[in-house]
Protein backbone atom coordinates (compact mmCIF):
# COMPACT_ATOMS: atom_id res chain seq x y z
CA UNK A 1 0.00 0.00 0.00
CA UNK A 2 0.80 3.46 -0.75
CA UNK A 3 -0.38 6.69 0.62
CA UNK A 4 -0.32 10.75 -0.47
CA UNK A 5 -1.04 12.00 2.37
CA UNK A 6 -2.19 15.62 1.17
CA UNK A 7 -3.16 18.64 3.98
CA UNK A 8 -6.16 20.36 4.02
CA UNK A 9 -4.32 23.75 5.13
CA UNK A 10 -3.07 25.30 1.91
CA UNK A 11 -3.69 24.95 -1.88
CA UNK A 12 -2.35 22.04 -3.30
CA UNK A 13 1.05 22.74 -5.05
CA UNK A 14 3.51 21.90 -7.39
CA UNK A 15 5.62 20.16 -4.56
CA UNK A 16 2.63 18.43 -3.59
CA UNK A 17 1.57 17.01 -7.06
CA UNK A 18 4.61 15.88 -7.99
CA UNK A 19 4.64 13.36 -4.94
CA UNK A 20 1.23 12.92 -6.39
CA UNK A 21 1.58 11.69 -9.39
CA UNK A 22 5.40 9.75 -8.12
CA UNK A 23 2.84 8.02 -5.70
CA UNK A 24 0.39 6.86 -8.20
CA UNK A 25 2.80 5.56 -10.98
CA UNK A 26 5.13 3.74 -8.14
CA UNK A 27 2.06 1.72 -6.85
CA UNK A 28 0.90 1.32 -10.89
CA UNK A 29 4.10 -0.38 -11.20
CA UNK A 30 4.16 -2.67 -8.12
CA UNK A 31 0.20 -3.35 -8.52
CA UNK A 32 -0.02 -1.67 -4.93
CA UNK A 33 -3.03 0.01 -3.94
CA UNK A 34 -2.88 3.52 -3.53
CA UNK A 35 -4.76 5.58 -1.06
CA UNK A 36 -5.09 9.14 -0.09
CA UNK A 37 -4.96 10.42 3.85
CA UNK A 38 -6.29 13.67 4.48
CA UNK A 39 -4.14 14.99 7.09
CA UNK A 40 -6.33 17.18 9.23
CA UNK A 41 -5.08 16.56 12.90
CA UNK A 42 -4.81 20.29 13.13
CA UNK A 43 -8.82 21.18 13.27
CA UNK A 44 -7.69 25.38 13.66
CA UNK A 45 -5.69 25.14 10.55
CA UNK A 46 -7.67 23.05 8.12
CA UNK A 47 -9.24 25.15 5.31
CA UNK A 48 -13.36 24.13 4.55
CA UNK A 49 -13.44 22.24 1.25
CA UNK A 50 -10.25 22.10 0.87
CA UNK A 51 -10.22 18.47 0.94
CA UNK A 52 -12.87 18.25 -1.51
CA UNK A 53 -10.57 20.24 -3.83
CA UNK A 54 -7.72 18.33 -3.25
CA UNK A 55 -9.49 15.28 -4.55
CA UNK A 56 -10.86 16.96 -7.70
CA UNK A 57 -7.59 18.16 -8.42
CA UNK A 58 -6.35 14.88 -7.99
CA UNK A 59 -9.15 13.13 -10.48
CA UNK A 60 -8.07 16.79 -13.22
CA UNK A 61 -4.95 14.31 -13.51
CA UNK A 62 -6.09 11.16 -13.59
CA UNK A 63 -4.85 9.91 -10.43
CA UNK A 64 -7.03 7.10 -9.03
CA UNK A 65 -7.36 5.86 -5.45
CA UNK A 66 -8.28 2.85 -3.75
CA UNK A 67 -9.69 4.75 -0.54
CA UNK A 68 -10.13 8.27 1.16
CA UNK A 69 -9.22 8.92 5.00
CA UNK A 70 -9.54 11.75 7.23
CA UNK A 71 -6.50 11.18 9.83
CA UNK A 72 -8.74 12.86 12.32
CA UNK A 73 -10.68 9.42 12.11
CA UNK A 74 -8.43 7.61 14.37
CA UNK A 75 -8.18 9.59 17.02
CA UNK A 76 -8.88 6.56 19.46
CA UNK A 77 -6.26 4.90 17.88
CA UNK A 78 -3.79 7.45 18.36
CA UNK A 79 -4.49 7.44 21.92
CA UNK A 80 -4.73 3.83 22.67
CA UNK A 81 -1.60 3.19 21.31
CA UNK A 82 -0.13 6.17 23.10
CA UNK A 83 -1.68 5.00 26.34
CA UNK A 84 0.27 1.59 25.70
CA UNK A 85 3.19 3.52 25.40
CA UNK A 86 2.45 5.09 28.90
CA UNK A 87 1.71 1.88 30.39
CA UNK A 88 5.14 0.27 28.66
CA UNK A 89 6.90 3.25 30.61
CA UNK A 90 7.88 4.15 26.62
CA UNK A 91 6.29 7.32 27.12
CA UNK A 92 5.66 9.90 29.78
CA UNK A 93 3.23 12.86 30.73
CA UNK A 94 4.67 16.11 30.10
CA UNK A 95 3.83 19.20 32.77
CA UNK A 96 5.86 21.67 31.40
CA UNK A 97 4.16 24.81 30.34
CA UNK A 98 5.02 27.09 27.52
CA UNK A 99 6.66 29.37 29.77
CA UNK A 100 9.14 26.63 30.79
CA UNK A 101 9.60 25.47 27.38
CA UNK A 102 10.21 28.63 25.82
CA UNK A 103 13.03 29.00 28.29
CA UNK A 104 14.75 26.13 27.05
CA UNK A 105 14.54 27.23 23.81
CA UNK A 106 16.03 30.31 24.30
CA UNK A 107 18.64 29.21 26.38
CA UNK A 108 19.49 26.61 23.36
CA UNK A 109 19.07 29.50 21.00
CA UNK A 110 21.89 31.97 23.01
CA UNK A 111 23.91 28.73 23.57
CA UNK A 112 24.12 28.28 19.49
CA UNK A 113 22.74 24.62 20.12
CA UNK A 114 19.64 22.58 18.75
CA UNK A 115 16.67 22.71 20.89
CA UNK A 116 15.98 19.56 23.17
CA UNK A 117 13.34 18.76 25.86
CA UNK A 118 15.46 18.21 29.19
CA UNK A 119 13.54 15.07 30.51
CA UNK A 120 12.52 16.74 33.64
CA UNK A 121 9.13 15.12 33.56
CA UNK A 122 10.44 12.10 32.53
CA UNK A 123 11.74 11.18 35.86
CA UNK A 124 8.45 11.87 38.13
CA UNK A 125 7.50 9.30 40.01
CA UNK A 126 4.04 7.82 39.56
CA UNK A 127 2.88 9.28 43.22
CA UNK A 128 4.01 12.99 42.14
CA UNK A 129 1.86 12.62 38.70
CA UNK A 130 -1.28 10.94 40.53
CA UNK A 131 -1.00 14.63 42.65
CA UNK A 132 -0.79 17.10 39.67
CA UNK A 133 -4.09 18.36 38.11
CA UNK A 134 -2.35 20.40 35.43
CA UNK A 135 -2.35 19.51 31.64
CA UNK A 136 -0.11 17.48 30.35
CA UNK A 137 1.46 16.20 27.07
CA UNK A 138 2.59 13.24 26.31
CA UNK A 139 6.03 13.06 25.57
CA UNK A 140 7.96 9.41 23.88
CA UNK A 141 11.05 8.71 25.42
CA UNK A 142 13.80 9.37 22.81
CA UNK A 143 17.70 9.17 23.46
CA UNK A 144 18.34 12.78 21.79
CA UNK A 145 15.02 14.53 22.74
CA UNK A 146 12.09 12.71 24.09
CA UNK A 147 9.17 14.52 21.58
CA UNK A 148 5.53 15.16 21.95
CA UNK A 149 2.83 12.85 20.59
CA UNK A 150 -0.22 13.90 22.76
CA UNK A 151 -0.87 17.41 22.80
CA UNK A 152 -2.38 18.80 25.77
CA UNK A 153 -5.88 18.35 24.00
CA UNK A 154 -4.64 14.54 23.61
CA UNK A 155 -4.81 15.09 19.95
CA UNK A 156 -1.46 13.18 17.99
CA UNK A 157 1.35 15.59 17.08
CA UNK A 158 1.83 15.38 13.25
CA UNK A 159 4.70 13.12 13.54
CA UNK A 160 3.09 10.01 15.70
CA UNK A 161 -0.13 10.48 13.93
CA UNK A 162 1.98 9.54 10.52
CA UNK A 163 4.10 6.55 12.27
CA UNK A 164 0.52 5.23 14.05
CA UNK A 165 -1.63 5.59 10.56
CA UNK A 166 1.16 4.14 8.26
CA UNK A 167 0.90 1.10 10.65
CA UNK A 168 -2.64 0.84 10.21
CA UNK A 169 -2.60 1.15 6.91
CA UNK A 170 0.42 -1.50 5.88
CA UNK A 171 2.10 1.40 3.96
CA UNK A 172 5.20 0.03 2.03
CA UNK A 173 6.65 3.03 0.51
CA UNK A 174 6.60 6.59 1.72
CA UNK A 175 7.29 8.92 -0.93
CA UNK A 176 7.86 12.48 0.02
CA UNK A 177 9.80 15.76 -0.01
CA UNK A 178 13.57 16.02 1.74
CA UNK A 179 12.15 18.32 4.52
CA UNK A 180 10.58 15.52 6.04
CA UNK A 181 13.74 13.69 6.56
CA UNK A 182 13.75 14.48 10.32
CA UNK A 183 10.23 13.38 10.38
CA UNK A 184 11.18 10.14 9.02
CA UNK A 185 13.69 9.71 11.64
CA UNK A 186 11.11 10.52 14.45
CA UNK A 187 8.01 8.13 13.00
CA UNK A 188 10.83 5.55 12.92
CA UNK A 189 11.17 5.91 16.20
CA UNK A 190 7.91 5.31 17.29
CA UNK A 191 7.17 2.13 15.35
CA UNK A 192 9.88 0.47 16.67
CA UNK A 193 8.62 1.80 20.41
CA UNK A 194 5.57 0.02 19.22
CA UNK A 195 7.39 -3.23 18.62
CA UNK A 196 6.57 -2.64 14.69
CA UNK A 197 8.84 -4.96 12.98
CA UNK A 198 7.55 -4.20 9.25
CA UNK A 199 10.25 -2.31 7.20
CA UNK A 200 8.56 0.90 5.40
CA UNK A 201 10.98 2.08 2.39
CA UNK A 202 11.49 5.73 1.89
CA UNK A 203 12.12 7.85 -1.12
CA UNK A 204 12.94 11.65 -0.20
CA UNK A 205 12.29 13.81 -2.88
CA UNK A 206 14.44 17.01 -3.32
CA UNK A 207 12.22 20.23 -3.39
CA UNK A 208 11.46 21.86 -6.96
CA UNK A 209 13.60 25.80 -6.76
CA UNK A 210 12.71 29.16 -8.21
CA UNK A 211 8.95 28.41 -7.98
CA UNK A 212 7.47 32.02 -8.16
CA UNK A 213 4.26 32.02 -5.85
CA UNK A 214 1.64 32.52 -8.50
CA UNK A 215 3.20 29.64 -10.28
CA UNK A 216 3.44 27.29 -7.17
CA UNK A 217 -0.63 26.40 -6.91
CA UNK A 218 -1.77 23.68 -8.94
CA UNK A 219 -5.29 25.36 -9.18
CA UNK A 220 -3.62 28.36 -10.73
CA UNK A 221 -1.78 26.67 -13.12
CA UNK A 222 -4.90 24.86 -14.55
CA UNK A 223 -6.89 28.64 -14.52
CA UNK A 224 -3.89 30.33 -16.07
CA UNK A 225 -5.17 27.22 -19.14
CA UNK A 226 -2.57 24.26 -18.06
CA UNK A 227 -3.24 21.14 -19.19
CA UNK A 228 -3.16 18.66 -16.23
CA UNK A 229 -1.43 16.22 -19.06
CA UNK A 230 1.24 18.65 -19.81
CA UNK A 231 2.06 19.70 -16.14
CA UNK A 232 2.13 16.11 -15.31
CA UNK A 233 4.18 15.52 -18.24
CA UNK A 234 6.90 18.39 -17.12
CA UNK A 235 6.77 17.26 -13.31
CA UNK A 236 8.00 13.88 -14.21
CA UNK A 237 10.41 15.34 -16.36
CA UNK A 238 12.21 17.08 -13.73
CA UNK A 239 15.13 15.91 -12.55
CA UNK A 240 14.83 12.80 -14.59
CA UNK A 241 15.81 11.20 -17.45
CA UNK A 242 12.92 10.14 -19.66
CA UNK A 243 12.83 8.18 -23.26
CA UNK A 244 11.20 11.18 -24.48
CA UNK A 245 9.89 14.94 -24.02
CA UNK A 246 6.32 14.68 -24.65
CA UNK A 247 4.60 11.42 -23.06
CA UNK A 248 1.20 10.63 -21.19
CA UNK A 249 1.61 9.88 -17.24
CA UNK A 250 0.50 5.76 -18.71
CA UNK A 251 3.87 5.83 -20.93
CA UNK A 252 5.70 6.75 -17.85
CA UNK A 253 4.45 3.76 -15.84
CA UNK A 254 6.90 1.67 -18.50
CA UNK A 255 9.73 3.17 -18.24
CA UNK A 256 9.86 5.52 -15.03
CA UNK A 257 12.07 4.53 -11.87
CA UNK A 258 11.90 6.58 -9.09
CA UNK A 259 15.70 5.55 -7.62
CA UNK A 260 16.78 7.63 -10.71
CA UNK A 261 15.54 10.65 -10.04
CA UNK A 262 18.33 13.56 -9.70
CA UNK A 263 19.55 13.98 -5.95
CA UNK A 264 19.65 17.59 -6.58
CA UNK A 265 16.69 20.79 -6.21
CA UNK A 266 14.97 20.78 -9.74
CA UNK A 267 14.52 24.53 -10.84
CA UNK A 268 10.95 25.73 -11.87
CA UNK A 269 10.68 26.87 -15.46
CA UNK A 270 7.71 28.29 -16.46
CA UNK A 271 8.41 28.57 -20.12
CA UNK A 272 9.58 24.95 -20.19
CA UNK A 273 6.52 24.39 -19.18
CA UNK A 274 4.85 26.67 -22.37
CA UNK A 275 6.41 24.82 -24.43
CA UNK A 276 5.38 21.42 -23.37
CA UNK A 277 2.03 22.54 -22.81
CA UNK A 278 2.10 23.56 -26.38
CA UNK A 279 3.12 20.53 -27.68
CA UNK A 280 0.62 18.58 -25.93
CA UNK A 281 -2.06 20.91 -27.53
CA UNK A 282 -0.86 20.26 -30.65
CA UNK A 283 -1.26 16.48 -30.56
CA UNK A 284 -5.32 16.85 -28.91
CA UNK A 285 -8.00 15.57 -30.63
CA UNK A 286 -9.66 18.70 -32.32
CA UNK A 287 -13.02 18.15 -30.82
CA UNK A 288 -11.58 17.62 -27.74
CA UNK A 289 -9.77 20.97 -28.21
CA UNK A 290 -13.09 22.47 -29.20
CA UNK A 291 -15.39 20.92 -26.51
CA UNK A 292 -12.55 22.85 -23.57
CA UNK A 293 -13.09 25.67 -25.40
CA UNK A 294 -16.53 25.75 -24.91
CA UNK A 295 -18.04 24.84 -28.42
CA UNK A 296 -18.31 21.43 -30.04
CA UNK A 297 -17.42 21.58 -33.72
CA UNK A 298 -14.42 20.33 -35.23
CA UNK A 299 -13.05 23.42 -37.14
CA UNK A 300 -12.95 25.49 -33.71
CA UNK A 301 -10.33 22.57 -32.53
CA UNK A 302 -8.77 23.12 -35.54
CA UNK A 303 -8.70 26.82 -35.99
CA UNK A 304 -6.99 27.37 -32.14
CA UNK A 305 -4.35 24.87 -33.34
CA UNK A 306 -3.60 27.79 -36.22
CA UNK A 307 -2.75 30.21 -33.56
CA UNK A 308 -0.34 27.60 -31.22
CA UNK A 309 2.41 29.73 -33.12
CA UNK A 310 1.52 33.06 -31.01
CA UNK A 311 0.06 31.01 -27.99
CA UNK A 312 0.67 27.98 -25.53
CA UNK A 313 -2.48 27.96 -22.76
CA UNK A 314 -6.06 27.08 -23.16
CA UNK A 315 -6.48 30.60 -21.36
CA UNK A 316 -4.53 32.05 -23.95
CA UNK A 317 -6.37 30.66 -27.00
CA UNK A 318 -9.86 30.79 -25.21
CA UNK A 319 -9.38 34.45 -24.89
CA UNK A 320 -8.23 34.90 -29.36
CA UNK A 321 -11.36 32.56 -30.21
CA UNK A 322 -13.26 34.77 -28.00
CA UNK A 323 -12.05 37.46 -29.70
CA UNK A 324 -13.15 36.79 -32.97
CA UNK A 325 -16.79 36.51 -31.67
CA UNK A 326 -16.82 39.58 -30.13
CA UNK A 327 -19.18 42.59 -32.21
CA UNK A 328 -16.34 45.04 -34.06
CA UNK A 329 -17.26 48.68 -33.82
CA UNK A 330 -14.86 50.30 -36.18
CA UNK A 331 -11.02 49.46 -37.27
CA UNK A 332 -8.97 52.39 -36.58
CA UNK A 333 -7.33 54.46 -39.79
CA UNK A 334 -9.94 52.40 -41.81
CA UNK A 335 -13.24 53.73 -40.12
CA UNK A 336 -15.34 54.36 -43.47
CA UNK A 337 -14.25 51.33 -45.48
CA UNK A 338 -14.94 49.17 -42.04
CA UNK A 339 -18.64 50.37 -42.53
CA UNK A 340 -18.51 49.13 -45.59
CA UNK A 341 -16.96 45.96 -45.51
CA UNK A 342 -18.86 44.38 -42.46
CA UNK A 343 -22.46 46.19 -43.82
CA UNK A 344 -21.18 44.18 -47.37
CA UNK A 345 -20.38 40.93 -45.13
CA UNK A 346 -23.63 40.92 -43.60
CA UNK A 347 -25.63 40.74 -46.78
CA UNK A 348 -22.81 38.19 -48.58
CA UNK A 349 -24.19 34.96 -49.46
CA UNK A 350 -22.38 31.59 -48.26
CA UNK A 351 -18.59 30.46 -49.89
CA UNK A 352 -16.93 27.78 -49.62
CA UNK A 353 -13.60 29.72 -50.50
CA UNK A 354 -12.34 32.45 -49.40
CA UNK A 355 -10.94 33.70 -53.06
CA UNK A 356 -14.66 33.82 -53.62
CA UNK A 357 -15.53 35.76 -50.54
CA UNK A 358 -12.55 38.47 -51.61
CA UNK A 359 -13.93 38.97 -55.24
CA UNK A 360 -17.49 39.56 -54.43
CA UNK A 361 -16.46 42.36 -51.37
CA UNK A 362 -14.14 44.20 -54.57
CA UNK A 363 -16.93 44.06 -56.47
CA UNK A 364 -19.72 45.17 -54.17
CA UNK A 365 -17.53 48.03 -52.13
CA UNK A 366 -14.69 48.55 -54.96
CA UNK A 367 -12.07 48.23 -52.09
CA UNK A 368 -8.92 46.90 -52.99
CA UNK A 369 -4.99 46.36 -51.14
CA UNK A 370 -4.73 47.61 -47.88
CA UNK A 371 -8.64 49.57 -47.86
CA UNK A 372 -9.71 46.01 -48.00
CA UNK A 373 -7.15 43.29 -46.43
CA UNK A 374 -6.81 45.68 -42.88
CA UNK A 375 -10.60 46.00 -42.37
CA UNK A 376 -11.36 42.71 -43.29
CA UNK A 377 -8.88 41.14 -41.37
CA UNK A 378 -9.84 43.27 -38.15
CA UNK A 379 -13.79 42.23 -38.85
CA UNK A 380 -12.69 38.04 -39.36
CA UNK A 381 -9.99 37.90 -37.09
CA UNK A 382 -9.93 40.33 -34.60
CA UNK A 383 -6.68 41.07 -34.95
CA UNK A 384 -4.68 44.50 -36.73
CA UNK A 385 -1.04 41.96 -37.21
CA UNK A 386 -0.90 40.77 -40.76
CA UNK A 387 -2.92 37.46 -40.75
CA UNK A 388 -3.12 35.40 -43.19
CA UNK A 389 -6.76 35.05 -43.31
CA UNK A 390 -6.65 31.82 -46.21
CA UNK A 391 -5.68 29.67 -43.48
CA UNK A 392 -8.15 30.73 -40.85
CA UNK A 393 -11.56 31.47 -43.19
CA UNK A 394 -12.02 27.78 -44.11
CA UNK A 395 -12.53 27.45 -39.52
CA UNK A 396 -15.16 29.99 -39.30
CA UNK A 397 -16.56 30.31 -43.24
CA UNK A 398 -19.71 28.56 -40.96
CA UNK A 399 -19.86 31.31 -38.57
CA UNK A 400 -19.52 34.50 -40.58
CA UNK A 401 -22.81 35.69 -39.81
CA UNK A 402 -22.05 35.67 -35.63
CA UNK A 403 -18.84 37.51 -36.53
CA UNK A 404 -19.81 40.02 -38.53
CA UNK A 405 -22.85 41.01 -36.54
Known amino acids: ML ?10 NI ?3 RIAIYNYIVSKQLKEDLTIRIEDIEKEK ?16 SIDYISVVHQSDSLKYHQKMAMQLLTQKKAFSCFCGDTKLQELKDEAKAANKPYSYDG ?16 FTVRIKNKDDAFIILNHDKTPTYNYACAVDDMLMDISIVIRDEKHLLDTTKQIHVRDSLNYTKEIKYVHLPSISNIQDNHNSVKSLIDEGFLPS ?3 NYLVLLGNETKKEIFTLEEAIEWFDIDNLSSTPASFDIDKLMIINRKHLEIMDEMRLSKILGFSDLDIGKLAKVYLNDFSTIKELKNKIDLIFTSKTTCEGFETEFTQIKKCLQKAPFFAKFDDLEEYLIKNTKLKGESLSKPLTYILT ?24
Open 382 to 405: ASNSSVDITLIYPFIKNYLGEITR
Open 120 to 135: FCETLSDETILEVNSP
Open 15 to 17: DDL
Open 3 to 12: RFAPSPTHDM
Open 230 to 232: AIA
Open 46 to 61: NIDGKDKEILEILSLF
